[in-house]
């Protein structure tokens, strides 16, 4: 079996003290705008985004744990 090269980045949940984190690395990653990256980080979990290289996938998710977000790759 081929070794996967693309994933989705799952935003699991997040603590209230991150969510100015989590909506600014949801908007840099994604390119929404303020109203719709909140509206997105508030659904979790959530899809945040999709069929994303492996390697900028762990970096998002590693991102969203250093701020206190619960993330993972899917």
Known sequence: EEARTHFTIMLESFPVAA??????????ET??????AKELAERAPTKLKED???SQAERIVA????VGAQAKLV
């Open 31 to 36: 390119g929404l705008g303020l109203k719709e």
């Open 19 to 28: 969510k100015i984190s989590v909506i600014k690395i949801v908007r840099q």
């Open 52 to 54: 994303v290289e492996k």
């Open 63 to 66: 991102e969203l744990i250093a």
